[in-house]
Every structure is written in C-alpha cells, then in structure tokens.
C-alpha cells in the first residue's frame, strides 16, 4: 500500500501561482512514478504530469506544459506541482497517484490515489 495526502490547493486570482505537494509513505516509494491529475465540475478526470523516481517527467498537451511543472523530493517522498499562470479554466479538484515507474498518462495505470485538494482560480 502507498499512501498519498496532497496539501496546497485554495483559492487564488487569475494570473497567480500555487504550488500542490503530495506526500506520500508506505510501501518502497522509490518503486512507484507519481502523476497529477484533475477534474473539473461536470468533466472527467484528466492526466497533467507525471514523473519518475529518476524525474524523468511527462505532461499533457501544450495548454499546461510552460505553466506547471511537476518535481519530486525523493528523500522527502514528496511530488510537488508548480502551477503558474493559472486561469479560470484550470479550476477543478488535482488528485496525485501513484504507478509503478513508468510513465503513462492512461489513469488504468495508477494504483494508489490521494484524496484531493480543490484548486479555484477566480477572474
């Protein structure tokens, strides 16, 4: 079992920052790669990054490479999502998972999930 508790969301105005941590403990973390999801109200759950024990990173499509970056503090088994820039459009509950080292954008592959932290950009 790995166990995830994200921390860092809130309420912030267009054009801000905020950075989301996920830590995590339980089994051998070094084996799993960690990824950061969200959902909006009324939309699926979508892939935003993900980064492996080495950081090696992937992300979506274009709209949020540039304004997050994922990183990774293996010696606190902590992922953290620098997100900038941030608009109205990026609103939604971001969720960090964790897989076995690989990095996939398919939400099938992530066995262990966090509870969530609700991120509201106003205009």
């Known amino acids: 079992q790995v166990q995830l508790v994200e921390s860092g969301g809130g309420l912030v105005q267009a054009g801000g920052s905020l950075r989301l941590s996920c830590a995590a403990s339980g089994r051998t973390v070094s084996d799993y790669a960690m990824g950061w999801f969200r959902q909006a109200p009324g939309k699926e759950r979508e892939f935003v990054a993900t980064?492996?024990?080495?950081?090696?990173?992937?992300y979506s499509a274009d709209s949020v490479k540039g304004k997050f970056t994922i990183s990774r503090d293996n010696a606190k088994n902590t992922v953290y999502l620098q997100m900038n820039s941030l608009k109205p459009d990026d609103t939604a509950v971001y969720s960090c998972a964790a897989t076995p080292n690989g990095l996939y954008r398919d939400i099938r592959r992530y066995d262990y999930w966090g509870q969530g932290t609700q991120v509201t950009v106003s205009s």
């Open positions: 980064i492996t024990w080495t950081k090696i990173t992937l």
